[in-house]
């Protein structure tokens, strides 16, 4: 979606933050799909967040939101061990 790409961070970058494995379950999506909201740091050091929706099974997720880390991600981030 365009909207994954309105802050300028890079997929290579999601990718990084997606590995990592931090996220939080956000609200479903208009579809019905869960949604996580992905955190962590990109190979240069910034702190962002990722939004995914998950699809059903056979079906690639889609991501649909990228940029620093807001304020609930950053708190996420400070609170996840």
Same mark, same amino acid.
């Given at each position: 979606?365009?909207?994954?790409?309105? &802050?300028?961070v890079? /997929?290579r970058? *999601?990718?990084?933050?997606?590995a990592q494995?931090v996220?939080?379950?956000?609200?479903?999506?208009?579809?019905?799909?869960?949604q996580?909201m992905y955190?962590g740091f990109?190979?240069?050091?910034d702190?962002? +967040?990722?939004?995914?929706e998950v699809?059903? +099974?056979? /079906? /690639?997720? &889609? *991501?649909?939101?990228a940029?620093?880390a807001?304020?609930? *991600?950053?708190?996420? &981030?400070a609170g996840r061990?």
């Open positions: 979606r365009k909207s994954f790409y309105k &802050w300028g890079t /997929e970058e *999601a990718d990084h933050v997606i494995d996220f939080y379950r956000l609200h479903d999506s208009r579809r019905g799909n869960q996580y955190v990109t190979p240069t050091g702190l962002i +967040e990722v939004g995914i699809y059903p +099974e056979g /079906e /690639e997720d &889609w *991501a649909f939101h940029q620093k807001g304020k609930e *991600a950053r708190k996420y &981030w061990k």
